[in-house]
């Protein structure tokens, strides 16, 4: 296959997003694909207010040259940004069949940042998407949430890497116990403060960065602030915590969450959209209402039945899922 991935995020960004495509691309590649990133550094751009870290092109049309320069066989549009943006237009006015894929509640995120009504929000999202010949999504939930928004969904299985993330990488970490890990963007969408607020014994620890960090940092001292982390530093603190603990409300998926369970350490969790479909209740961790509850029955789980779940992920198996769906276009 001769495949162009069209996104709007891409490394040096830390997030699922990009965790999700570079991954994808790389295992791709490995089976002999061709595959052609169409990405922010190829462009001019500016920095996305309040996001500092993530650059938006301004000349997005320059994809178009791109992508008659590469003709590929398959044209997949990750984003709904500039770029993006510039290519659905593109196809659709040349009539080209395109796949695209939904990682992003943006409705939700535009409420929370600069107030415009969700419904509003979602008249793009359906626009954006409802040419594409499939758009993929990540969860069962989320299909059948997207149900009245966007025509054509497919799932879209995704993977983690288990070389990296595993128990293996469990060392004893400086702090008091038990170890209550969350890991990512620190901003007003993932809900954090909910962790934050928890009265528990032991030891907070955040991994990540973001606009609402030095907010938080003067607000909760008594929290181990790290900064981002990545690779080997990354996997110690998922292996040596006790539990993960997500307060997100606004998750498609949650990267995160299935790597800390295939690092043998249960998952606390909202029961909502992304990690119910990642957590096995009971088992990988706990789907609750009272978080402070689950964060306990989480501390009680086995951690070696946590870690068989790798079994069922790999990057193997999430890109002969992409594969199949572009596939279905022909």
Same mark, same amino acid.
């Given at each position: 296959m001769k495949i162009a991935l069209v996104t709007d995020a891409w490394k040096p960004q830390t997030n699922g997003v990009v965790n999700t495509l570079s991954n994808l691309t790389e295992t791709l590649r490995s089976k002999g694909n061709e595959v052609e990133v169409i990405e922010p550094q190829q462009f001019n751009t500016i920095k996305l207010p309040k996001y500092n870290e993530i650059q938006i092109a301004v000349n997005p049309w320059r994809a178009i040259k791109m992508l008659n320069s590469v003709r590929p066989e +398959?044209?997949? !549009?990750?984003?709904?940004? *500039?770029i993006g943006l510039a290519v659905r237009v593109w196809c659709s006015f040349?009539?080209?069949?395109?796949?695209?894929?939904?990682?992003?509640?943006?409705?939700? +995120?535009?409420? !929370?940042?600069?107030?415009? *009504?969700?419904w509003l929000g979602y008249l793009y999202v359906s626009w954006f998407?409802?040419?594409?010949c499939r758009t993929m999504v990540s969860?069962?939930?989320?299909?059948?949430?997207?149900h009245s928004k966007i025509n054509k969904t497919e799932f879209w299985r995704r993977g983690v890497n288990t070389n990296l993330f595993n128990p293996n990488k469990k060392k004893k970490l400086p702090y008091k116990g038990p170890?209550?890990?969350?890991?990512?963007r620190i901003s007003p969408e993932k809900n954090l403060e909910a962790f934050l607020k928890l009265e528990l014994p032991g030891t907070k620890i955040v991994v990540g960065d973001g606009p609402m960090l030095k907010n938080y940092r003067q607000r909760y001292p008594e929290v181990i602030w790290t900064g981002y982390k990545f690779g080997e530093d990354l996997s110690e603190y998922y292996a040596s915590s006790d539990v993960f603990v997500f307060p997100s409300l606004t998750e498609t998926f949650g990267n995160v969450c299935l790597e800390s369970i295939v690092s043998g350490t249960?998952?606390?969790?909202?029961?909502?959209?992304?990690?119910?479909?990642?957590?096995?209740?009971?088992?990988?961790?706990?789907?609750?209402?009272?978080?402070?509850?689950?964060c306990f029955k989480a501390l009680?789980?086995?951690?070696?039945?946590?870690?068989?779940?790798?079994s069922f992920w790999s990057w193997s198996n999430s890109a002969e899922s992409f594969s199949n769906n572009l596939e279905k276009i022909n």
């Amino acid at each position: 296959m001769k495949i162009a991935l069209v996104t709007d995020a891409w490394k040096p960004q830390t997030n699922g997003v990009v965790n999700t495509l570079s991954n994808l691309t790389e295992t791709l590649r490995s089976k002999g694909n061709e595959v052609e990133v169409i990405e922010p550094q190829q462009f001019n751009t500016i920095k996305l207010p309040k996001y500092n870290e993530i650059q938006i092109a301004v000349n997005p049309w320059r994809a178009i040259k791109m992508l008659n320069s590469v003709r590929p066989e +398959y044209i997949h !549009i990750c984003t709904e940004g *500039p770029i993006g943006l510039a290519v659905r237009v593109w196809c659709s006015f040349k009539r080209i069949p395109f796949t695209t894929s939904y990682h992003t509640k943006f409705p939700e +995120y535009f409420k !929370i940042y600069l107030r415009i *009504p969700v419904w509003l929000g979602y008249l793009y999202v359906s626009w954006f998407h409802n040419h594409a010949c499939r758009t993929m999504v990540s969860t069962k939930n989320l299909q059948r949430e997207l149900h009245s928004k966007i025509n054509k969904t497919e799932f879209w299985r995704r993977g983690v890497n288990t070389n990296l993330f595993n128990p293996n990488k469990k060392k004893k970490l400086p702090y008091k116990g038990p170890i209550w890990l969350n890991v990512g963007r620190i901003s007003p969408e993932k809900n954090l403060e909910a962790f934050l607020k928890l009265e528990l014994p032991g030891t907070k620890i955040v991994v990540g960065d973001g606009p609402m960090l030095k907010n938080y940092r003067q607000r909760y001292p008594e929290v181990i602030w790290t900064g981002y982390k990545f690779g080997e530093d990354l996997s110690e603190y998922y292996a040596s915590s006790d539990v993960f603990v997500f307060p997100s409300l606004t998750e498609t998926f949650g990267n995160v969450c299935l790597e800390s369970i295939v690092s043998g350490t249960p998952v606390v969790s909202y029961n909502v959209n992304g990690p119910t479909e990642i957590i096995r209740d009971g088992v990988t961790g706990i789907i609750c209402d009272d978080l402070r509850d689950g964060c306990f029955k989480a501390l009680e789980l086995d951690r070696e039945e946590v870690a068989k779940e790798a079994s069922f992920w790999s990057w193997s198996n999430s890109a002969e899922s992409f594969s199949n769906n572009l596939e279905k276009i022909n």
